[in-house]
């Protein structure tokens, strides 16, 4: 019933936007996108002088969607965000911004955001809300405790007025033990728990993968999931220039239990069972010890092969000592000690990891956590705020907290959604999106993001800081706040600037201030040896049944995004799978059990069981299932009637009405830590069916046995090359024979040739690519039935490809566009002209002259032409905000693709001539380009030499995918590299 | 052109028929009433027709999407619907043209029926292009007519555009040649009609034909000339046609035997329609006389080497794809034969190929129920030819990464049956309200094969009486009232 | 306006004969109605064939030229679009097009030439007289010779070959 009123809030939010939006001439432009009657758009009185009509202004800030605090621009057109971009100058993120970031901007367009105020559901005003709350807490005085529960909070300011807040209640309000309790949804507290054993303090540190030359990861999916995976990505690509003669390329061991993003692109992958984990880092713990010529004895159960594995790592390593870098995502305490032992007797600390300006990404405790549940089972806790996080569904035995919860006299919540929690909070205050006020992020101590609005906000919705600042009784704007902190704490954290209002305006243009580490945090103390060498002793836990991994997924990294129809559409990058969690099987474990994909399985542990479709999985240990969190939340109800309706239309949501499910209450606490991984009861098949909406339905480059023409086993689609070859190899340019041609080429591109080169060894498939591409052209999303049916309509795709078979598979990742063919084979069948090429050697799709023959799709090689099936849907009329006014939004029944964003380069030529002079390389971005955490793609100008695409272009990896067919693909692509101990084998693909 | 004909020749209408009989035999079905079987036959061919009709609207309401198609898998039903349509069409013009110029006389009590069959299955096969588009009230676009857009005219490059213009003069010549054959049996009917609409309608549309020898002079250089564009023309358009696929890029479509391949297969498929649609005729409308069984022996026979020369193609493809040094066009073949779709290859071999073989038998040839059996098997198989062509080249080419399956949708099915129903209806409206057989050419080859003059003269004397008595009058300078 | 005397024959063997000895007679043939294209019948008549090849064949060289002229213009003159990089011009892919239009021009000129030569019209009443020729008489009109010594030869050559019924009409 609350439902109902919040979706019916998105009416009028609309119409103040456009009250607020008239002031920057957003209104006759948002009216003419959604047909609002003219009267509602209001001309402006004066032209504010930093917007000018039709022209985009970027504004730096500070990412949300996560905790990892990645900088980016926003690019606002007429007062109306449309795109997040990376910010390139930003220290962590270096211009790369993931695909949950970059999907966040439809959350600010989000309809069935919460727009008011409300009390048991019913909407109410500040003051009222306030002035109860308040009465609440004064009659609850010495009636229990007061929490503050919160994911990590980065922000300093939040961090600050929180501390105030609970002094305040401390203080006046009798509540004496009033606390912060953090915890995080994907909780890494036993990093910080090892720390605090082997270091004293409570760290996580910064991880540099730049400066590692070898590279071990157990089961910590760095570049997809783990920490802050754009961070990550662009220190990964920094490490493997393969530059320098010979090339250089740091070594990446990745051991973990299914194939995660990080081990599709491991140099060396080795698949062990999560239980094995903590006995092969203690095996490594020895042989780096015996490296190190200070031996220790360890009980050792470990298999020949894996034991071999582990000497042979550790020497690697240890030849690499302060050039190395031991990463473990286990959220076992003794397990990440051994770790923190291995990176110490490395000799890593300070090297490749800092605990000095460690990172801030994630603060949450397990043990406060765990105490809290305890404490609010034993009802001891009288008022308890939650703050933007939704503990009822990210916590196992979710119903369990909701019971709690009830029975507690006052809980506020500061939501941004009418999630799990929300639903049971007395008091719902929402609060503003991040696009939509003030704000700061300190991601990585000594680093400080910057928020700043970028549009009004759309409802009545109050910052936290406000919120608090109101309940503690002094009530102040977010603004003031912020500055404020930054004036007292901030500045004299620096010595560039003295003057604030200078440092002040420097650090909001750059979205970010760099500064000295926080002075009163306290400092790790020296390596504690007997802690790790107990750790050592303890013996493994020993089991051998199936075991469950809970895992996070790229396209949603936990049950916040679940709102987000992008996200929801975006192909899993090593699954495919879209609008769905499932359970991963490794193909001889489901055919034991006689399951394909599609088969449900029910999946059952000590306290709980789920239901799940199966998707078998190479890579994966035999003995693992393993399911995606994050999926099944209330938000995703929304998606009941997506994509478009017609006779044999299927839902897109579940029999549970939701989209998947979650696997959060499959959760275990363990040691006082969430565990992520556990042991199945039982696996059973349910005869049930779910198939699943893949965007790719066949996996390898290996033509299946019985129809492959004999010596042509394989298609040469994506190439690889040792790393030892690459060496031995002349840098010559790679002439590929080319064909005589039938006619002369009698189409010259007199200015520009555009063309693209993407690197396929720096790609790691993380899908920003696909999701700037969606932002930026305005694809539709089409519901999972029309997914399933092979319809979805990204632009830009990547192709994924196993080779190998079984726990030893090899993954490569091939973005995957229209090629801009010189000679396109989808031009000559169009009957109607429709798409032609242009004198800058772009392959123009005419949308209002196409009939729809869909002659040129077939055609295509590449098929990467998308068909508008049906009218797509452009209902939501606040998510039409979000369209780019420089794309046409596309009719049904014409043909669509990748235009190599010619609307940004028409911008740029446009700027260029205004300002009288040539276009430099680099000046203009493809939308997927600037996202591209690991600058995996280059576009430019062919027709300049110079420029860095001519260039790559005579690189000896450089090939052009089926250049057999002579069509003369504009975009070429760099072979694959693996650098293997036996190396030079690595021509599986050629 | 006049022409000798051996007295032992067998004639070519059976039962000693007088000029008189022919037209009475064959007028009888259009000035009766209807039959219940006739009507029985027409509504369900109706209900069929309102079906697809449905569909279409549905669709066309709707979007394409309400088809089964996607992103790799572009075309499916809809194209294989439009060649099978107009293959069917091919055996009319090749009966009525290209028989004609080979002199084979037999044709003329099959030819009427088969052009009608001509103009019916172009009509089909001419919606599937249309409605396939994604934007069909924009079909015109495929006209090179001015327009505000520069003019921009249109891509006489693709494939598309050759076969738009191909379509369309194959259905406006069949449309005129059946048209012409038609005048003088209108004639025929008009002046046995009694006075009434039907009359006057017959009156108007039959342009006061009267049987002047020096019109009937001109029509034979007319007719002639007709067949011998038609010739040229039936063959163009299915090569045309093939070359929808020969002109791309796909393995299993860019391949140069297409046109001859496509003609042969075109021959054969509407040759089978011929045979069953005929079959049926000339029980329901007592034609037996003149569709006799030697028609069917030689149609037969037309139908045996058309399968010949369609299996030479499957063998010659096959082996030049499994030969080629291309490894896709490889591929493409193994698949096509024992891919996902393999049993479509199995079937489209077997109905087009093997099965046929059996007309090698006088005995079968002659058996005019097995015949229509094989008939039917082969407008299946040949259905299934174009359906494996397209669909397995698309659903798996040059990416695996963009391999896709296909499966209909219920729209796709509803609209193949809506084209067999208007098919249908078409034919039977025609069987009910035209000619079935050309009466002038019957009449001119009912002496073939028998001794002596077709009707016997008169006894002297009677003649010599009313040419008397006319004469008698004449001198008394009066015309006589007829 | 004409009188002719009409005779009626039941079998072409008749009409023919007539017609041949009409003319061996030096009676001019108005003209003669019969069922079917009487093979032979021109030939006795003495008509000379027809000129439609010639209209024909002028009509579909005119329509291929101006399909190919205009295909030519459109590609590579008026507005030349690069397509698939192919050659502005590209002769081979014209000829399809041109030879649909030459064969479209060429049909439906030489029937409408045909139409109108015979002035066959929509509508056109048939003369009464003739209606046993759409079904199974063979009629022969010869034009009315001025003295009567000569109509009595035409009636004796009607008898001649069985007329079977003679009359005198209009034309």
């Given at each position: 019933?609350?439902e109902?009123?919040?979706?019916?809030?998105?009416?009028?939010?609309?119409?103040?936007?456009?009250?607020?939006?008239?002031?920057?001439?957003?209104g006759?432009?948002?009216?003419?996108?959604?047909?609002?009657?003219?009267?509602?758009?209001?001309?402006?009185?004066?032209?504010?002088?930093?917007?000018?009509?039709?022209?985009?202004?970027?504004?730096?800030?500070?990412?949300?969607?996560c905790?990892?605090?990645?900088?980016?621009?926003?690019?606002?057109?007429?007062?109306?965000?449309?795109?997040?971009?990376?910010?390139p100058?930003?220290?962590?993120?270096?211009?790369?911004?993931?695909?949950?970031?970059?999907?966040?901007?439809?959350?600010?367009?989000?309809?069935?955001?919460?727009?008011?105020?409300?009390?048991?559901?019913?909407?109410?005003?500040?003051?009222?809300?306030?002035?109860?709350?308040?009465?609440?807490?004064?009659d609850?005085?010495?009636?229990?405790?007061?929490?503050?529960?919160?994911?990590?909070?980065?922000?300093?300011?939040?961090?600050?007025?929180?501390?105030?807040?609970?002094k305040?209640?401390?203080?006046?309000?009798?509540?004496?033990?009033?606390?912060?309790?953090?915890?995080?949804?994907l909780?890494?507290?036993?990093?910080?728990?090892?720390?605090?054993?082997?270091?004293?303090?409570?760290?996580?540190?910064?991880?540099?993968l730049?400066?590692?030359?070898?590279?071990?990861?157990?089961d910590?999916?760095?570049?997809?999931?783990w920490?802050?995976?754009?961070e990550?990505?662009?220190?990964?690509r920094?490490?493997?220039?393969?530059?320098g003669?010979?090339?250089?390329?740091?070594?990446?061991?990745?051991?973990?239990?299914?194939?995660?993003?990080?081990?599709?692109?491991?140099?060396e992958r080795?698949?062990?069972a999560?239980?094995?984990?903590?006995?092969?880092?203690?095996?490594?713990?020895?042989?780096?010890?015996?490296?190190a010529?200070?031996?220790?004895?360890?009980?050792d159960?470990?298999?020949?092969?894996?034991?071999?594995?582990?000497?042979?790592?550790?020497?690697r390593?240890?030849?690499?000592?302060?050039?190395?870098?031991?990463?473990?995502?286990?959220?076992?305490?003794?397990?990440?000690?051994?770790?923190?032992?291995?990176?110490?007797?490395?000799?890593?600390?300070g090297?490749?990891?800092?605990i000095?300006r460690?990172?801030l990404?994630?603060?949450?405790?397990?043990?406060?956590?765990?105490?809290?549940?305890?404490?609010l089972?034993?009802?001891?806790?009288?008022a308890?705020?939650?703050?933007?996080?939704?503990?009822?569904y990210?916590?196992?035995?979710?119903?369990?907290?909701?019971?709690?919860?009830?029975?507690?006299?006052?809980?506020?919540?500061?939501?941004?959604?009418?999630?799990?929690?929300?639903?049971?909070?007395?008091?719902?205050?929402?609060?503003?999106?991040?696009?939509?006020?003030?704000?700061?992020?300190?991601?990585?101590?000594?680093?400080?993001?910057?928020?700043?609005?970028?549009?009004?906000?759309?409802?009545?919705?109050?910052?936290?800081?406000?919120?608090?600042?109101?309940?503690?009784?002094?009530?102040?704007?977010?603004?003031?706040?912020?500055?404020?902190?930054?004036?007292?704490?901030?500045?004299?954290?620096?010595?560039?600037?003295?003057?604030?209002?200078?440092?002040?305006?420097?650090?909001?243009?750059?979205?970010?201030?760099?500064?000295?580490?926080?002075?009163?945090?306290?400092?790790?103390?020296?390596?504690?040896?007997?802690?790790?060498?107990?750790?050592?002793q303890?013996?493994?836990?020993?089991?051998?049944?199936?075991?469950?991994?809970?895992?996070?997924?790229?396209?949603?990294?936990?049950?916040s995004?679940?709102?987000?129809?992008?996200?929801?559409?975006?192909?899993?990058?090593?699954?495919?799978?879209?609008?769905?969690?499932?359970?991963?099987?490794?193909?001889?474990?489901?055919?034991?059990?006689?399951?394909?994909d599609g088969?449900?399985?029910?999946?059952?542990?000590?306290?709980?069981?789920?239901?799940?479709?199966?998707?078998?999985?190479?890579?994966q240990?035999?003995?693992?299932?393993?399911?995606?969190?994050?999926?099944?939340?209330?938000?995703?109800?929304?998606?009941?009637?997506?994509?478009?309706?017609?006779?044999?239309?299927?839902?897109?949501?579940?029999?549970?009405?939701?989209?998947g499910?979650?696997?959060a209450?499959?959760?275990?606490?363990?040691?006082?830590?969430?565990?992520?991984?556990?042991?199945?009861?039982?696996?059973?098949?349910?005869?049930?069916?779910?198939?699943?909406?893949?965007?790719?339905?066949?996996?390898?480059?290996?033509?299946?046995?019985?129809?492959?023409?004999?010596?042509?086993?394989r298609?040469?689609?994506?190439?690889?090359?040792?790393?030892?070859?690459?060496?031995?190899?002349?840098?010559?340019?790679?002439?590929?024979?080319?064909?005589?041609?039938?006619?002369?080429?009698?189409?010259?591109?007199?200015?520009?040739?555009?063309?693209?080169?993407?690197?396929?060894?720096?790609?790691?498939?993380?899908?920003?690519?696909?999701?700037?591409?969606?932002?930026?052209?305005?694809v539709?999303?089409?519901?999972?039935?029309?997914?399933?049916?092979?319809?979805?309509?990204?632009?830009?795709?990547?192709?994924?490809?196993?080779?190998?078979?079984?726990?030893?598979?090899?993954?490569?990742?091939?973005?995957?566009?229209?090629?801009?063919?010189?000679?396109?084979?989808?031009?000559?069948v169009?009957p109607?002209?429709?798409?032609?090429?242009?004198?800058?050697?772009?392959?123009?799709?005419?949308?209002?002259r196409?009939?729809?023959?869909?002659?040129?799709?077939?055609?295509?090689?590449?098929?990467?032409?998308?068909?508008?099936?049906?009218?797509?849907?452009?209902?939501?009329?606040?998510?039409?905000?979000?369209?780019?006014?420089?794309v046409?939004?596309?009719?049904r029944?014409?043909?669509?693709?990748?235009?190599?964003?010619?609307?940004?380069?028409?911008e740029?030529?446009?700027?260029?001539?205004l300002?009288?002079?040539?276009?430099?390389?680099?000046?203009?971005?493809?939308?997927?380009?600037?996202?591209?955490?690991?600058?995996?793609?280059?576009?430019?100008?062919?027709?300049?030499?110079?420029?860095?695409?001519?260039?790559?272009?005579?690189?000896?990896?450089?090939?052009?995918?089926?250049?057999?067919?002579?069509?003369?693909?504009?975009?070429?692509?760099?072979?694959?590299?693996?650098?293997r101990?036996?190396?030079?084998?690595?021509?599986?693909?050629? | 052109?006049?022409?000798?004909?051996?007295?032992l020749?067998?004639?070519?209408?059976?039962?000693?028929?007088?000029?008189?009989d022919?037209?009475?035999?064959v007028?009888?079905?259009?000035e009766?009433?209807?039959?219940?079987?006739?009507?029985?036959?027409?509504?369900?061919?109706l209900?069929?027709?309102?079906?697809?009709?449905a569909?279409v609207?549905?669709?066309?309401?709707?979007?394409i999407?309400?088809?089964?198609l996607?992103?790799?898998?572009?075309?499916?039903?809809?194209?294989?619907?439009?060649v099978?349509?107009?293959?069917?069409?091919?055996?009319?013009?090749?009966?009525?043209?290209?028989?004609?110029?080979?002199?084979?006389?037999?044709?003329?009590?099959?030819?009427?029926?088969?052009?009608?069959?001509?103009?019916?299955?172009?009509?089909?096969?001419?919606?599937?292009?249309?409605?396939?588009m994604?934007?069909?009230?924009?079909?015109?676009?495929?006209?090179?007519?001015?327009?505000?857009?520069?003019?921009?005219?249109?891509?006489?490059?693709?494939?598309?555009?050759?076969?738009?213009?191909?379509?369309?003069?194959?259905?406006?010549?069949?449309?005129?040649?059946?048209?012409?054959?038609?005048?003088?049996?209108?004639?025929?009917?008009?002046?046995?009609?009694?006075?009434?609409?039907?009359?006057?309608?017959?009156?108007?549309?039959?342009?006061?034909?009267?049987?002047?020898?020096?019109?009937?002079?001109?029509?034979?250089?007319l007719?002639?000339?007709?067949?011998?564009?038609?010739?040229?023309?039936?063959?163009?358009?299915?090569?045309?046609?093939?070359?929808?696929f020969?002109?791309?890029?796909?393995?299993?479509?860019?391949?140069?035997?297409?046109?001859?391949?496509?003609?042969?297969?075109?021959?054969?498929?509407?040759?089978?329609?011929?045979?069953?649609?005929?079959?049926?005729?000339?029980?329901?409308?007592?034609?037996?006389?003149?569709?006799?069984?030697?028609?069917?022996?030689?149609?037969?026979?037309?139908?045996?080497?058309t399968?010949?020369?369609?299996?030479?193609?499957?063998?010659?493809?096959?082996?030049?794809?499994?030969?080629?040094?291309?490894?896709?066009?490889?591929?493409?073949?193994?698949?096509?034969?024992?891919?996902?779709l393999?049993?479509?290859?199995?079937?489209?071999?077997?109905?087009?190929?093997?099965?046929?073989?059996?007309?090698?038998?006088?005995?079968?040839?002659?058996?005019l129920?097995?015949?229509?059996?094989?008939?039917?098997?082969?407008?299946v198989?040949?259905?299934f030819?174009?359906?494996?062509?397209?669909?397995?080249?698309?659903?798996?080419?040059?990416?695996?990464?963009?391999?896709?399956?296909?499966?209909?949708?219920?729209?796709?099915?509803?609209?193949?049956?809506?084209?067999?129903?208007?098919?249908?209806?078409?034919?039977?409206?025609?069987?009910?309200?035209?000619?079935m057989?050309?009466?002038?050419?019957?009449?001119?080859?009912?002496r073939?094969?028998?001794?002596?003059?077709?009707?016997?003269?008169?006894?002297?004397?009677?003649?010599?009486?009313?040419?008397?008595?006319?004469?008698?009058r004449?001198?008394?300078?009066?015309?006589?009232?007829? | 306006?004409?009188?002719?005397?009409?005779?009626?024959?039941?079998?072409?063997?008749?009409?023919?004969?007539?017609?041949?000895?009409?003319?061996?007679?030096?009676?001019?043939?108005?003209?003669?109605?019969?069922?079917?294209?009487?093979?032979?019948?021109?030939?006795?008549?003495?008509?000379?064939?027809?000129?439609?090849?010639?209209?024909?064949?002028?009509?579909g060289?005119?329509g291929?030229?101006?399909?190919?002229?205009?295909?030519f213009?459109?590609?590579?003159?008026?507005?030349?679009?690069?397509?698939?990089?192919?050659?502005?011009?590209?002769?081979?892919?014209?000829?399809?097009?041109?030879?649909?239009?030459?064969?479209?021009?060429?049909?439906?000129?030489?029937?409408?030439?045909?139409?109108?030569?015979?002035?066959?019209?929509?509508?056109?009443?048939a003369?009464?007289?003739?209606?046993?020729?759409t079904?199974?008489?063979?009629l022969?009109?010869?034009?009315?010779?001025?003295?009567?010594?000569?109509v009595?030869?035409?009636?004796?050559?009607?008898?001649?070959?069985?007329?079977?019924?003679?009359?005198?009409?209009?034309?």
């Amino acid at each position: 019933m609350s439902e109902t009123k919040t979706a019916t809030g998105g009416g009028p939010s609309r119409r103040e936007f456009l009250k607020a939006a008239g002031f920057t001439f957003a209104g006759a432009l948002v009216g003419g996108c959604q047909r609002a009657p003219e009267q509602e758009a209001i001309p402006p009185l004066s032209q504010p002088e930093d917007i000018v009509a039709g022209r985009p202004s970027y504004y730096a800030s500070t990412c949300d969607a996560c905790r990892a605090g990645c900088g980016m621009l926003v690019k606002s057109y007429d007062g109306r965000p449309i795109k997040l971009e990376g910010n390139p100058e930003h220290p962590l993120s270096r211009g790369g911004l993931c695909a949950a970031g970059q999907a966040a901007l439809l959350g600010l367009y989000d309809r069935l955001r919460l727009q008011h105020p409300s009390r048991e559901g019913q909407e109410n005003s500040w003051e009222e809300i306030d002035r109860d709350i308040r009465d609440r807490l004064h009659d609850l005085r010495g009636r229990g405790g007061l929490r503050v529960l919160t994911g990590t909070v980065t922000s300093p300011t939040i961090q600050a007025s929180v501390t105030r807040f609970l002094k305040h209640m401390r203080e006046n309000g009798d509540f004496a033990d009033a606390k912060h309790v953090a915890y995080d949804p994907l909780s890494c507290s036993a990093i910080l728990d090892a720390h605090e054993r082997t270091g004293g303090s409570r760290v996580l540190p910064r991880y540099h993968l730049d400066r590692a030359e070898v590279i071990a990861g157990f089961d910590a999916d760095f570049l997809g999931t783990w920490l802050s995976p754009v961070e990550f990505t662009h220190a990964y690509r920094v490490g493997r220039p393969l530059t320098g003669d010979p090339p250089r390329s740091s070594y990446h061991v990745q051991v973990e239990s299914r194939l995660s993003l990080t081990g599709s692109k491991a140099d060396e992958r080795v698949c062990v069972a999560p239980e094995e984990m903590r006995a092969v880092l203690a095996r490594l713990a020895v042989a780096v010890a015996r490296q190190a010529g200070a031996p220790l004895d360890a009980a050792d159960e470990l298999s020949p092969s894996l034991a071999g594995f582990c000497d042979r790592l550790a020497l690697r390593l240890w030849q690499a000592r302060g050039h190395s870098l031991v990463l473990c995502g286990s959220q076992d305490v003794p397990t990440q000690v051994v770790c923190n032992f291995i990176n110490h007797r490395l000799e890593n600390y300070g090297a490749t990891l800092d605990i000095d300006r460690p990172s801030l990404q994630r603060q949450g405790s397990d043990r406060d956590l765990a105490t809290l549940l305890h404490d609010l089972d034993a009802g001891k806790i009288a008022a308890l705020f939650i703050l933007d996080s939704n503990p009822v569904y990210d916590l196992p035995d979710g119903e369990g907290l909701a019971r709690a919860l009830r029975q507690v006299p006052l809980v506020v919540c500061c939501a941004e959604r009418l999630d799990e929690t929300a639903r049971l909070a007395r008091y719902v205050c929402p609060h503003p999106h991040y696009l939509e006020s003030w704000g700061d992020a300190e991601a990585v101590s000594g680093v400080i993001g910057l928020r700043q609005p970028t549009i009004p906000r759309l409802g009545e919705t109050r910052p936290v800081i406000e919120s608090l600042a109101a309940w503690a009784g002094a009530p102040k704007p977010a603004y003031d706040l912020l500055r404020e902190h930054w004036k007292d704490h901030v500045l004299p954290r620096q010595a560039r600037e003295r003057d604030f209002e200078a440092f002040w305006d420097r650090s909001v243009h750059d979205g970010y201030a760099e500064v000295d580490p926080d002075p009163d945090r306290v400092r790790p103390k020296d390596f504690n040896l007997a802690k790790a060498q107990a750790a050592l002793q303890a013996p493994a836990a020993a089991d051998r049944g199936q075991t469950l991994v809970l895992y996070s997924k790229v396209g949603m990294p936990d049950g916040s995004h679940a709102y987000n129809p992008w996200l929801q559409e975006l192909p899993d990058p090593i699954s495919k799978v879209t609008w769905d969690n499932y359970a991963c099987l490794s193909p001889d474990a489901a055919a034991q059990l006689g399951l394909g994909d599609g088969d449900v399985v029910r999946v059952e542990v000590r306290d709980g069981a789920l239901e799940l479709p199966v998707r078998v999985q190479p890579g994966q240990h035999d003995r693992v299932v393993a399911v995606a969190l994050g999926y099944g939340s209330i938000v995703s109800e929304r998606f009941a009637g997506i994509g478009p309706p017609w006779l044999e239309a299927r839902p897109t949501v579940g029999e549970n009405g939701l989209v998947g499910q979650n696997a959060a209450a499959l959760l275990a606490w363990e040691g006082g830590t969430l565990r992520y991984a556990r042991a199945v009861e039982k696996l059973t098949k349910t005869g049930k069916k779910h198939p699943l909406a893949l965007t790719q339905t066949y996996d390898t480059l290996t033509l299946p046995a019985h129809l492959a023409p004999p010596g042509q086993e394989r298609r040469p689609l994506v190439q690889e090359i040792g790393l030892s070859r690459l060496a031995r190899k002349p840098a010559a340019p790679p002439h590929e024979d080319k064909p005589a041609d039938l006619w002369p080429n009698d189409h010259p591109c007199p200015e520009h040739r555009w063309g693209m080169v993407i690197d396929l060894n720096a790609c790691t498939g993380c899908s920003a690519c696909v999701i700037a591409c969606q932002a930026e052209n305005n694809v539709p999303v089409v519901g999972r039935d029309e997914v399933r049916r092979h319809r979805e309509m990204h632009w830009l795709r990547i192709d994924r490809y196993y080779s190998g078979a079984g726990a030893a598979v090899e993954v490569a990742h091939q973005p995957m566009l229209c090629q801009h063919c010189e000679r396109a084979p989808c031009e000559t069948v169009c009957p109607v002209l429709a798409t032609v090429h242009s004198d800058e050697g772009l392959n123009e799709q005419v949308y209002n002259r196409c009939v729809g023959t869909r002659y040129c799709a077939n055609n295509c090689p590449y098929k990467v032409r998308r068909f508008n099936w049906f009218a797509y849907a452009h209902e939501d009329k606040l998510q039409n905000l979000a369209l780019n006014p420089d794309v046409t939004v596309r009719s049904r029944g014409v043909m669509e693709k990748c235009t190599f964003c010619v609307q940004r380069l028409q911008e740029a030529k446009i700027e260029a001539r205004l300002r009288g002079e040539h276009l430099h390389d680099g000046e203009v971005q493809t939308a997927c380009q600037q996202s591209c955490p690991a600058r995996a793609i280059v576009f430019g100008d062919l027709n300049d030499r110079a420029s860095q695409v001519a260039r790559l272009r005579d690189d000896p990896r450089h090939y052009h995918t089926l250049a057999e067919l002579n069509i003369g693909p504009a975009v070429g692509y760099l072979k694959v590299v693996r650098n293997r101990p036996d190396d030079g084998e690595g021509q599986r693909h050629d | 052109m006049t022409e000798v004909y051996p007295p032992l020749r067998q004639p070519l209408v059976a039962g000693d028929k007088s000029l008189a009989d022919v037209t009475q035999e064959v007028c009888a079905p259009l000035e009766r009433r209807s039959t219940a079987l006739w009507w029985l036959a027409f509504l369900a061919a109706l209900s069929l027709l309102a079906l697809g009709v449905a569909a279409v609207y549905y669709q066309v309401t709707t979007g394409i999407g309400t088809w089964g198609l996607n992103r790799s898998v572009g075309w499916a039903f809809d194209i294989t619907n439009f060649v099978f349509w107009i293959g069917i069409g091919h055996a009319g013009t090749l009966i009525s043209a290209i028989l004609f110029l080979f002199r084979q006389r037999w044709r003329t009590a099959v030819n009427r029926s088969a052009e009608a069959m001509t103009i019916f299955a172009v009509t089909c096969a001419g919606l599937f292009p249309v409605i396939h588009m994604g934007r069909p009230w924009l079909f015109y676009w495929m006209l090179p007519i001015p327009n505000t857009r520069g003019p921009l005219w249109i891509n006489f490059d693709s494939a598309l555009t050759w076969d738009f213009f191909a379509i369309t003069t194959y259905f406006l010549i069949s449309l005129t040649f059946w048209y012409v054959g038609l005048l003088p049996d209108l004639a025929t009917v008009r002046d046995r009609a009694k006075p009434g609409w039907r009359r006057r309608l017959l009156a108007f549309v039959s342009l006061g034909w009267n049987g002047s020898y020096r019109t009937w002079h001109r029509y034979e250089t007319l007719y002639l000339l007709l067949a011998g564009l038609a010739t040229p023309l039936v063959v163009s358009v299915h090569s045309i046609v093939s070359m929808d696929f020969a002109t791309s890029m796909l393995p299993g479509w860019h391949t140069t035997i297409f046109p001859p391949y496509f003609v042969a297969g075109a021959i054969f498929s509407g040759m089978a329609m011929v045979l069953t649609l005929m079959l049926i005729a000339r029980k329901v409308m007592h034609l037996q006389d003149y569709i006799t069984v030697r028609h069917v022996d030689a149609m037969g026979k037309i139908v045996l080497a058309t399968s010949c020369m369609v299996g030479l193609a499957y063998a010659i493809e096959m082996f030049s794809a499994l030969l080629s040094p291309n490894p896709y066009e490889q591929f493409t073949f193994l698949n096509r034969a024992q891919g996902p779709l393999g049993w479509g290859y199995a079937i489209m071999v077997t109905c087009n190929v093997l099965l046929p073989q059996l007309l090698w038998l006088r005995r079968f040839r002659t058996n005019l129920a097995a015949v229509w059996v094989l008939s039917i098997f082969i407008n299946v198989g040949m259905w299934f030819e174009r359906f494996v062509i397209i669909t397995t080249s698309l659903e798996r080419d040059f990416l695996p990464s963009s391999w896709a399956d296909y499966a209909p949708t219920s729209i796709e099915l509803a609209t193949l049956a809506g084209s067999f129903g208007l098919f249908f209806t078409c034919f039977l409206l025609f069987c009910r309200f035209l000619p079935m057989i050309a009466i002038a050419e019957i009449k001119g080859v009912l002496r073939i094969g028998r001794e002596g003059p077709a009707v016997e003269p008169r006894d002297p004397a009677s003649a010599e009486a009313s040419a008397l008595a006319g004469v008698s009058r004449l001198d008394g300078n009066q015309g006589v009232k007829p | 306006m004409k009188r002719v005397l009409v005779g009626s024959f039941a079998t072409e063997e008749h009409i023919l004969g007539a017609a041949r000895a009409a003319r061996e007679h030096g009676l001019r043939i108005a003209d003669a109605y019969t069922p079917y294209a009487v093979h032979g019948l021109d030939r006795a008549m003495g008509l000379r064939p027809s000129r439609l090849p010639w209209v024909c064949f002028g009509l579909g060289l005119l329509g291929a030229v101006f399909k190919l002229a205009f295909q030519f213009w459109a590609m590579a003159v008026d507005w030349p679009i690069n397509v698939g990089g192919k050659p502005w011009n590209s002769l081979p892919a014209y000829v399809p097009v041109t030879f649909e239009v030459m064969v479209l021009l060429a049909g439906l000129g030489v029937v409408l030439a045909f139409l109108l030569r015979c002035r066959l019209l929509p509508g056109k009443q048939a003369t009464p007289l003739f209606r046993g020729a759409t079904d199974d008489t063979f009629l022969l009109a010869l034009e009315r010779p001025e003295d009567p010594g000569d109509v009595s030869v035409v009636s004796q050559l009607f008898r001649d070959f069985h007329a079977v019924r003679v009359a005198e009409s209009e034309l």
